[in-house]
């Protein structure tokens, strides 16, 4: 247990990351607290992990997110002080958007500055997140009255680097429909006619390997980048194909998804190109992801006459917008599928169904939902802002939710535009200092995905050796890798 994993809310994203470190790192302890009610844990955890986590002379590395208040934690336990802390930023409190601003609201901002000061390595998700951050301490610390601290970005940048957050990918071949896998190898036929070097198998033909192979590849080469230079396929478009029936329940109060069988056996018999656009939005219920946008414009494509299906899914917490409930009711027999899936195969059946996924977020430092829906074969709309020009091309982006509309109502009249469409995986020109990585469960080859600019969301599929991260961590003593 030389590793000491701390998560102080439990769920999401958040969950995500410390379930796959703790299966990928064996020497490692994770201790948590459920994901409810986040302000009490960012403002209590530290005293409680302080009188929970057993003492023990093991212990080498700390990792924690955020939510965490670092500081208190390090003081109220010395032992765990002197470790080499790491804290990962999934989000900051310095660019959130609030719905109503209170003095109280500071302490969450102030906290993650002074964690940073404790930290030995400072994670980011994303470069957005971690610039955004950066760059707001000045202006956020000028909120205090007076005897300001100083230079606080210059003491905290050099402990600062961006690893992107780990998606683990599970094979949903069995999900996709023959289309969707005629794209594939389309993909895998123009990279082969480009000179490089595709993976040898579609993804849900590959066998599953272990991780020694590509960290064999890995240590063959001079670093990630070169590795990365093993171009795969990894996002074509998609559409929808059979669809099994979904044993979720019809009350959409508990928000376990609620499945219109008889629509989708419609669908499944439907031509492929002449079926209506399906629509999904798989982000949390939360007034951050602005759903009122996203419902506004659908209720525009139907007042327009438009034909579309829509699937909402996304986590609940303890506060659901009105705006949710209202939006079921107006968009009627349109809606395939609404509310949380605990089962991952029923989730990711539905991003395999779908054709378009959006994203009308106000506030996004990485966005796992639109990957995962790229992945499984989503047309994505993001706002030209955020984390978004990071990671997508700028076909992807939209500017304001008029152009969102637009691009929507096209789609609606020419669903087999989306059907069509070939989603942009070239090869990685550009290599980065910073490890980047996603995990796939089913390939053995890496994808990439460039804006125009060149910058580069790598995924590193399949097993990229975690513990390597952390031993650099360890060794560089909080320095750049």
């Not at 986040?38 to 939510?67: C, D, G, M």
């Not at 590959?206 to 960290?215: C, F, P, T």
């Not at 979720?248 to 031509?271: R, Y």
């Not at 609404?338 to 991003?351: A, E, H, M, N």
Request: with cysteine; aromatic share 12%.
């Amino acid at each position: 247990m030389s590793i000491l994993i701390i998560e102080a809310f439990y769920g999401g994203s958040h969950k995500q990351l410390v379930d796959l470190l703790q299966e990928e790192l064996e020497d490692s302890v994770l201790h948590t607290l459920p994901a409810k009610k986040w302000h009490w844990k960012a403002r209590t955890s530290a005293l409680y992990f302080s009188q929970n986590i057993p003492t023990s002379e093991r212990y080498r590395i700390l990792f924690a997110s955020s939510v965490l208040n670092l500081t208190e934690l390090a003081a109220l336990r010395p032992d765990l002080g002197k470790l080499k802390k790491i804290l990962y930023f999934h989000e900051n409190q310095l660019v959130y958007p609030v719905k109503k601003c209170q003095e109280r609201d500071f302490q969450y901002g102030y906290n993650q500055i002074l964690s940073c000061l404790v930290a030995d390595v400072v994670v980011f998700n994303s470069v957005f997140n971690m610039e955004s951050f950066l760059t707001s301490i000045g202006k956020f610390m000028k909120l205090i009255p007076d005897h300001r601290p100083k230079d606080l970005e210059s003491i905290i940048r050099p402990k600062c680097q961006v690893i992107y957050f780990p998606i683990r990918f599970p094979d949903v071949s069995r999900f996709m429909p023959k289309h969707k896998a005629a794209h594939l190898r389309k993909i895998l036929s123009l990279t082969e006619n480009n000179g490089t070097a595709p993976s040898t198998a579609l993804p849900f033909q590959q066998e599953l390997r272990g991780s020694e192979n590509l960290l064999k590849s890995f240590d063959s080469k001079s670093g990630p980048c070169d590795a990365a230079r093993q171009e795969s396929l990894g996002c074509s478009e998609r559409q929808e194909s059979s669809l099994k029936t979904f044993n979720s329940s019809d009350d959409s109060s508990t928000h376990c998804g609620e499945h219109k069988q008889n629509q989708c056996g419609i669908l499944a018999e439907a031509d492929d190109q002449q079926r209506p656009l399906h629509i999904v939005w798989p982000h949390r219920w939360e007034h951050d992801k602005d759903p009122e946008s996203f419902f506004k414009i659908l209720m525009h494509l139907k007042d327009l006459g438009l034909n579309f299906h829509v699937s909402v899914l996304g986590e609940t917490f303890t506060d659901v917008p009105d705006i949710f409930s209202e939006s079921r009711k107006a968009l009627g027999s349109s809606v395939l599928h609404w509310g949380y899936l605990p089962s991952k195969d029923d989730y990711f059946q539905v991003l395999c169904m779908a054709d378009v996924v959006i994203s009308t977020a106000r506030h996004e430092f990485f966005g796992v939902a639109m990957l995962e829906a790229v992945y499984c074969g989503c047309y994505p709309l993001c706002p030209k802002d955020l984390v978004y020009p990071e990671i997508f091309p700028a076909e992807y982006l939209y500017s304001t939710p008029e152009q969102l509309s637009k691009r929507l109502q096209n789609f609606c009249k020419r669903p087999d535009i989306t059907r069509k469409h070939l989603y942009k995986c070239v090869h990685l020109s550009v290599c980065f200092s910073r490890n980047t990585f996603l995990v796939s469960e089913t390939t053995n080859t890496i994808v990439s995905f460039p804006d125009e600019q060149g910058s580069v969301l790598q995924m590193f599929v399949r097993y990229y050796d975690i513990s390597k991260i952390f031993f650099a961590f360890w060794k560089a003593g909080g320095k750049h890798l």
